[in-house]
C-alpha cells in the first residue's frame, strides 16, 4: 500500500476514509526538523548552511512512517497546499532518506488538494509531481532570516535592556505599530466642537431629524461652532426663521457583496462579528479544514473554482430565487502582491450544506462555518437596489440651511444573506434612515403657540437642540484592525498573521483589555531602542521591500542565498556597532527620544523633570526586569518612581510609619512586584522582615495599619489537637497550616479570597484541615485529579483526560500534557479538540524537561 502523509492525524484521518484500505496514511504532527535554539544553526561564514535537527516528538512519527515504507516502497507526500505544506514535505523527505528509509528506487510524489473532499483527494492523486524546490527556497530564506534576526538582535536586547524577552522580523515591526497607536494616543488633544439637529414635523404630522448645514449664508465647516455660545446663537437663528423644502432628490443607487473570504478579512469578520482572536479563528477555520468542510484556509486568494460557483448560483436560485441569481457570475481580482502563491479563496466544499445541517459540529466551528458560508452565497448573489433621498431645508433670507438624508431598499439582493461588518472606528452616517413623503415648498413655520389653538398649540412644529462634540484619538488596535493595517503596508502573509499577534501578547510586550492591544512599558523600551539603533529593521517599508523579495524567491526569480548575504551585511554591522554601547548610554538616548511622552509639562509651570518627591533629584528612565520605570537621580535616599505609560504620577516606594519600636516601614519595589519591609539590613538584621503584597492589594492603598498586619504574619487562628492553626500568604496564594506533633509535614489547605488570611476562624480552619488530610489530593509524588475522562485517543489508542493541574486544567495523553486554553472549560473540552491540542502540544519543539533530557542525552553519548 503507497504510504500518505499529512500534517495532522485528524486530516489522516478524513483523507484515509476517502482512500481506502489501499493507502497507509499517516501524520507527521506538522514540521519533523527544524533549526537547533543555539548559535550556529544558520552559518554565515558558509554560504548560510543550516543545520537541521529532528525534534525529540517527531522521531516517533518519523519511525512510523519509514517503517510504514518496509511494506510498500511508495511515498505520496500530501501536506498542505503552501510553502510551509511545501516545507514539511522537503523535511520528511530529506529525514527519511537520511535514515535510508528512501532507497533509490523509491518512487516520491507530491499531490495538493485545497480541499479534503474526495472528489478533490481523488483528483491530486492522478496528478501528482515533485517537490517544488522555488516554495522549499523561499521557506529556507523566511525561516533563516528570522534565525539570524532573533539570535543576533535578541542577546543585545538581553544585555542591554534588562527585562526584554527577544526581538522577531516581522513581529517587531508590528509591535511598533501598536506602541506608536498608543503614543499617538498619549499625545492627542481633543478639539470641542458643536453641531445642530432639528426634529421637524411635516404638515401630514410626520417627524423626522435634519442638521444644519448652512449657517450665516455660507456652508458649516466641522468646527465653526466652536463653543457653546456659538451653538446656542445658530439655534435661535433657527427657531426665529420660518423654514421651508427647497428640494426633494431622490435618487437611485446600488450595493455590491463583499468579495469571498480570505485568511485576513476572515480573522477581521470574526472578530468582529464574534470577537475571536487570530489564533481562534485559524484554529476553528483549521479543523473545518481537515473535516472536509471548507477549502483552505490559509490563502490570500479571492477567487473561485467554476465549479464552485456554479454550485453557488444554483444553490442560490433553490433557497432565495431566480431574481436573486445575477445574469453573469462575479468575479472577483486578486490584490495579492504574491499572486504567485494564491489559492482560491476559503468557501463551503458543499455550497448546500449550511450550518443548521452540521448540528454536531462544536459551537465556535458552527458560527465560523456559517459565517464562510453566508459570505460566499453573499458574493454571488445580486446587489442590493436602494433609493437614496436629499432633502434640502433652509430659510427665505438664506441665512439657514438644514439638510435630512436617508434611504429605502427597493430590492434587498445580498443583503438577504449577509452584511460585513465595520470596524468601530468608521463612523455610520444618517444615510440609512427612512424620511417620510415631502414636497418641494411644504413649510415648517417656527414656533408661535399665541396664534395656534387646541392640538397646534401642544405640538410644535420643531425642537432645535444642540450638541457638544470632541474629537477623538485613534483607536486602539485590535486584532482584526492590526492584521487589517499589517496587509495593508505588505507585512507578514496569511499563514504568519495569528501566529505574529499572539507571539507579542506572549512575550508580554502588549496585553489585550476588553479586545483592545495596548502595549506594556517593555514593549514601549524594545520597541524606541529599535527604532533608535535598528530603525532600518522596524522600518515598514524596508520590512514590505523584503517580503516582495521572498516571493521572488518562491516565483523563481531571486536567488536565496543572495538575498541572505546582501541582508546579512548590513544587519551584522549594526550588531557590532550597537554591542560596544553601555547601558547608560543606550538609557540616555532613549530618555531623550521618550522625553515628550515621560515628562509633559505640568500645570504649575515647574520642571516636569525634577523629582516631586524629594524636589532635588532629577528624573531618569531606568529599566528592571519587569521593564522600563521613571525614578529619581537620589535613588536609595529617594525611592520615588513612577511607570513610563502616562498616568498619575505616584508616590512609588516610600516609607508608611514607624511600628512601636521605632522601626522605619517602608514600601518598596522588588523583582517579583511591591513589598513591605521592616527596618534596613544591618550587621545585626542582616535580613529584615519583608511580606509581598498579596493579590488585589496595590501600592497606592498602601497605609502603615495594613503594612503591620502583613508584617505580623503568619496569623494564629487558634490550637487544635495540641498545635497552632497558622493562616498565610505562601507562593501558590493564601493558604492555613497545621502540624501534629507526630506528623512529619505540615498539612496545607488553600484559600480561596486573600481576605481570609485575617478572617478564617477556627471552625472554618479545622474544617479546611480536617478535609484536606481526609483527601490530600494532588501534591509532589501525586497524580494530577482527572476532571473529565474522554475515552481512548481515536488514532493511537491511550486514554485521553482532562486534568486539574497546579496550574490549571490541562489534556494528558500518555506523556503529551497540553494546557487547556483560557476560553475553553474542562467540562466543554470533546474528543475533537484534545486530539487537536495532543497534536499541536506535540508539534511543537523544546520545552524545559524536553530540553534537560536532550542534554542528558548528548553527555551520555
Same mark, same amino acid.
Not at 503507497?2 to 506538522?30: F, H, M, Q, R, W
Not at 532570516?145 to 538581553?158: H, M, Q, R, T
Not at 527577544?166 to 458643536?194: D, H, K, P, T
Given at each position: 500500500?503507497?504510504?500518505?502523509?499529512?500534517?495532522?492525524?485528524?486530516?489522516?484521518?478524513?483523507?484515509?476514509?476517502?482512500?481506502?484500505?489501499?493507502?497507509?496514511?499517516?501524520?507527521?504532527? %506538522?514540521?519533523?526538523?527544524?533549526?537547533?535554539?543555539?548559535? %550556529?544553526?544558520? /552559518?554565515?561564514?558558509?554560504?548560510?548552511?543550516?543545520?537541521?535537527?529532528?525534534?525529540?516528538?517527531?522521531?516517533?512519527?518519523?519511525?512510523?512512517?519509514?517503517?510504514?515504507?518496509?511494506?510498500? /516502497? /511508495? !511515498?505520496?507526500?500530501? &501536506?498542505?497546499?503552501?510553502?510551509?505544506?511545501?516545507?514539511?514535505?522537503?523535511?520528511?523527505?530529506?529525514? !527519511?532518506?537520511? $535514515?535510508?528509509?528512501?532507497?533509490?528506487?523509491?518512487?516520491?510524489?507530491?499531490?495538493?488538494?485545497?480541499?479534503? &473532499?474526495?472528489?478533490?483527494? &481523488?483528483?491530486?492523486? +492522478?496528478?501528482?509531481?515533485?517537490?517544488? %524546490?522555488?516554495?522549499?527556497?523561499?521557506?529556507?530564506?523566511?525561516?533563516?532570516?528570522?534565525?539570524?534576526?532573533?539570535?543576533? =538582535?535578541?542577546?543585545? !536586547?538581553?544585555?542591554? =535592556?534588562?527585562?526584554? $524577552?527577544?526581538? %522577531?522580523?516581522? +513581529?517587531?515591526?508590528? !509591535? $511598533? =505599530?501598536?506602541?506608536?497607536?498608543?503614543?499617538?494616543?498619549?499625545?492627542?488633544?481633543?478639539?470641542?466642537?458643536?453641531?445642530?439637529?432639528?426634529?421637524?414635523?411635516?404638515?401630514r404630522g410626520q417627524s423626522f431629524e435634519a442638521r444644519l448645514v448652512n449657517y450665516a449664508g455660507k456652508k458649516l465647516d466641522r468646527y465653526d461652532l466652536a463653543n457653546e455660545e456659538a451653538a446656542r446663537l445658530a439655534v435661535s437663528a433657527i427657531d426665529k426663521r420660518d423654514l421651508t423644502v427647497t428640494s426633494v432628490e431622490a435618487k437611485p443607487a446600488s450595493r455590491n457583496p463583499s468579495a469571498p473570504f480570505m485568511t485576513s478579512t476572515l480573522q477581521q469578520e470574526a472578530s468582529r462579528k464574534f470577537g475571536f482572536g487570530a489564533r481562534q479563528t485559524m484554529s476553528t477555520a483549521q479543523r473545518l479544514y481537515e473535516a472536509g468542510y471548507i477549502t483552505y484556509m490559509r490563502t490570500d486568494g479571492i477567487d473561485m473554482a467554476p465549479e464552485a460557483v456554479d454550485a453557488a448560483r444554483e444553490e442560490i436560485k433553490t433557497r432565495y430565487g431566480a431574481e436573486y441569481v445575477p445574469g453573469k457570475p462575479r468575479v472577483y481580482k486578486n490584490k495579492a502582491k504574491n499572486a504567485q502563491e494564491a489559492h482560491e479563496c476559503i468557501r463551503p466544499t458543499d455550497m448546500s450544506l449550511d450550518a443548521g445541517q452540521l448540528s454536531r459540529l462544536e459551537a465556535d466551528q458552527r458560527k465560523l462555518y456559517d459565517l464562510i458560508w453566508k459570505r460566499t452565497l453573499a458574493c454571488q448573489m445580486e446587489g442590493a437596489r436602494l433609493e437614496r433621498t436629499t432633502v434640502e431645508i433652509g430659510s427665505q433670507d438664506g441665512q439657514v440651511g438644514l439638510r435630512a438624508t436617508g434611504q429605502v431598499v427597493l430590492f434587498d439582493g445580498f443583503l438577504k444573506v449577509y452584511e460585513e461588518g465595520r470596524d468601530d472606528d468608521v463612523i455610520e452616517d444618517d444615510d440609512d434612515k427612512r424620511l417620510p413623503q415631502m414636497t418641494q415648498g411644504d413649510e415648517f413655520p417656527k414656533n408661535d403657540v399665541s396664534s395656534a389653538s387646541g392640538k397646534e398649540a401642544k405640538r410644535p412644529r420643531r425642537v432645535v437642540t444642540p450638541e457638544q462634540h470632541f474629537t477623538q484619538p485613534p483607536p486602539r488596535y485590535t486584532e482584526a484592525t492590526l492584521v487589517k493595517k499589517m496587509e495593508e503596508l505588505g507585512i507578514g502573509r496569511p499563514s504568519t498573521y495569528a501566529s505574529i499577534v499572539t507571539t507579542i501578547q506572549d512575550r508580554e510586550y502588549v496585553r489585550k483589555d476588553k479586545g483592545r492591544l495596548i502595549p506594556e512599558d517593555k514593549g514601549r523600551i524594545v520597541t524606541i531602542f529599535l527604532l533608535n539603533f535598528f530603525r532600518q529593521y522596524v522600518g515598514y517599508e524596508f520590512t514590505a521591500e523584503l517580503e516582495e523579495d521572498l516571493d521572488k524567491v518562491s516565483a523563481g526569480g531571486v536567488d536565496y542565498k543572495k538575498l541572505l548575504a546582501r541582508f546579512w551585511k548590513d544587519f551584522s554591522a549594526a550588531i557590532a556597532e550597537t554591542s560596544e554601547l553601555r547601558i547608560s548610554e543606550v538609557l540616555d538616548k532613549l530618555d531623550e527620544a521618550l522625553a515628550p511622552q515621560l515628562y509633559p509639562p505640568r500645570e504649575d509651570g515647574s520642571d516636569p523633570r525634577k523629582c516631586p518627591l524629594c524636589g532635588s533629584g532629577d528624573l531618569h528612565l531606568k529599566t528592571s526586569r519587569s521593564g522600563g520605570f521613571i525614578g529619581c537621580s537620589n535613588y536609595p535616599e529617594c525611592r520615588y518612581t513612577r511607570p513610563i505609560g502616562g498616568g498619575e504620577e505616584t508616590q512609588g516606594d516610600r516609607i508608611l510609619g514607624e511600628d512601636e519600636d521605632g522601626n522605619e516601614i517602608s514600601l518598596r519595589s522588588g523583582r517579583f512586584g511591591p513589598y513591605v519591609q521592616r527596618g534596613e539590613a544591618t550587621e545585626d538584621n542582616k535580613k529584615p522582615d519583608r511580606a509581598s503584597l498579596p493579590k488585589g492589594w496595590t501600592p497606592d492603598e498602601m497605609t502603615l495599619e495594613k503594612a503591620l498586619t502583613l508584617l505580623s504574619l503568619p496569623r494564629i487562628v487558634g490550637d487544635h489537637e495540641g498545635a497552632p492553626i497558622k493562616a498565610n500568604f505562601g507562593r501558590f496564594g493564601p493558604y492555613v497550616m497545621h502540624q501534629m506533633p507526630d506528623e512529619a509535614k505540615p498539612v496545607y489547605a488553600n484559600l480561596k479570597d486573600p481576605q481570609e488570611v485575617f478572617e478564617i476562624g477556627m471552625n472554618r480552619a479545622v474544617e479546611l484541615i480536617t478535609e484536606k488530610r481526609l483527601n490530600p489530593g494532588r501534591g509532589r509524588g501525586q497524580a494530577a485529579k482527572a476532571l473529565k475522562e474522554l475515552g481512548e485517543h481515536p488514532d493511537e489508542g491511550g486514554p485521553v483526560n482532562v486534568m486539574d493541574g497546579r496550574y490549571g486544567p490541562y489534556v494528558k495523553w500518555g506523556k503529551v500534557n497540553a494546557t487547556l486554553p483560557k476560553d475553553i472549560k474542562p467540562e466543554e473540552v470533546t474528543m475533537e479538540k484534545a486530539v487537536e491540542l495532543i497534536a499541536e502540544k506535540a508539534a511543537k519543539k523544546g520545552g524545559g524537561r524536553k530540553k534537560t533530557t536532550k542534554k542528558t542525552a548528548k553527555k551520555k553519548a
Open positions: 500500500m503507497p504510504v500518505v502523509v499529512v500534517e495532522s492525524p485528524a486530516k489522516a484521518k478524513t483523507i484515509n476514509k476517502y482512500l481506502g484500505s489501499d493507502y497507509t496514511v499517516l501524520a507527521s504532527y %506538522g514540521h519533523v526538523r527544524d533549526l537547533p535554539p543555539k548559535d %550556529g544553526s544558520v /552559518n554565515p561564514d558558509d554560504d548560510f548552511a543550516m543545520t537541521w535537527e529532528i525534534g525529540n516528538d517527531s522521531r516517533k512519527h518519523v519511525k512510523a512512517i519509514a517503517d510504514a515504507l518496509k511494506d510498500d /516502497n /511508495n !511515498l505520496i507526500l500530501a &501536506t498542505d497546499p503552501d510553502r510551509e505544506g511545501e516545507a514539511i514535505s522537503w523535511h520528511l523527505e530529506e529525514a !527519511l532518506r537520511k $535514515r535510508k528509509a528512501i532507497k533509490k528506487n523509491t518512487p516520491v510524489s507530491r499531490v495538493v488538494f485545497n480541499a479534503i &473532499t474526495k472528489s478533490a483527494v &481523488t483528483e491530486a492523486m +492522478q496528478n501528482p509531481r515533485d517537490v517544488d %524546490g522555488d516554495l522549499v527556497e523561499a521557506y529556507l530564506a523566511r525561516r533563516a532570516l528570522d534565525y539570524l534576526v532573533g539570535f543576533n =538582535l535578541s542577546p543585545v !536586547l538581553w544585555r542591554k =535592556l534588562p527585562g526584554a $524577552r527577544s526581538a %522577531g522580523r516581522v +513581529q517587531s515591526v508590528c !509591535l $511598533r =505599530l501598536i506602541v506608536e497607536r498608543e503614543m499617538e494616543i498619549e499625545a492627542f488633544n481633543a478639539r470641542e466642537y458643536w453641531s445642530v439637529k432639528a426634529e421637524l414635523t411635516t404638515p
